[in-house]
Each structure stands twice: as structure tokens, then as C-alpha cells.
């Protein structure tokens, strides 16, 4: 079994910033791709950022230039630093993690979620 634990999100200002943490724990062999979407009320869920094993990224236009998606292999950590943060950012955010298990297995898993509030 394996688990996605997320931390950081809260309340900031317009123009503030926020860190995301990720954290899989359980029956992990390697992680593959590392990913985080958001969820605005109403709306269905996006995809914001993805890190390869290897390090390479890729983000959603409206975060370019903005957030960061990082990650720590030898933790099983992702992290999102989110800058010069938007009204438009406010959402659930959710971490999510291709997990190979010791027993070989591929299998897709997802945090719980935490609330990300960008408002004056």
C-alpha cells in the first residue's frame, strides 16, 4: 500500500507564495512521473506541473514562469513553490505519483488534497 501525505497550502495574498510538499510513504521499488493538478470550484481538475524520475518538467501555460515543481528521489518528496501567486490560483491542489512497487507493480495514486486560497 502506499500513501501520498500533502502540505502547505493555506491563505495569501495576491501576488504572495506558497510551498507544496508531496510525501509517499509504503510499498515503493521507484517512483516514475510526480505531478500536481488543482481543482477551482466547479471546475474539473487540471493538470498544473509533472516531473519526470530524471528531472525533467513540464507546466501548464498559466503557471509558466510562476511555479516551480521539484522533487527529492531519495525521500519520495515532490514539492510546488508556487510565486506571484493569482486569484486564479485558488483551488484544491492534489499531488500524484506513478509508484513501482517492490512487487513490480505500476499503479497510479493521488493525495488528498490541500486548499490553496489566493484573496485579498
Known amino acids: 500500500q502506499v500513501q501520498l501525505v500533502e502540505s502547505g497550502g493555506g491563505l495569501v495574498q495576491p501576488g504572495g507564495s506558497l510551498r507544496l510538499s508531496c510525501v509517499a510513504s509504503?510499498?515503493?521499488?521507484?517512483?516514475?512521473?510526480m505531478k500536481w493538478h488543482r481543482q477551482a470550484p466547479g471546475k474539473q481538475r487540471d493538470l498544473v506541473a509533472t516531473?519526470?524520475?530524471?528531472?525533467?518538467?513540464t507546466y501548464a501555460d498559466s503557471v509558466k514562469g510562476r511555479f516551480t515543481i521539484s522533487r527529492d528521489n531519495a525521500k519520495n518528496t515532490e514539492y510546488l513553490q508556487m510565486n506571484n501567486l493569482r486569484p486564479e490560483d485558488t483551488g484544491v491542489y492534489y499531488c500524484?505519483?506513478?509508484?513501482?512497487?517492490?512487487?513490480?507493480?505500476?499503479?497510479?495514486?493521488w493525495g488528498q488534497g490541500t486548499q490553496v486560497t489566493v484573496s485579498s
Open positions: 500524484y505519483a506513478r509508484v513501482i512497487t517492490f512487487d513490480s507493480r505500476v499503479r497510479d495514486y
Open positions: 509504503g510499498s515503493i521499488l521507484t517512483i516514475a512521473d
Open positions: 516531473i519526470t524520475n530524471g528531472g525533467r518538467t
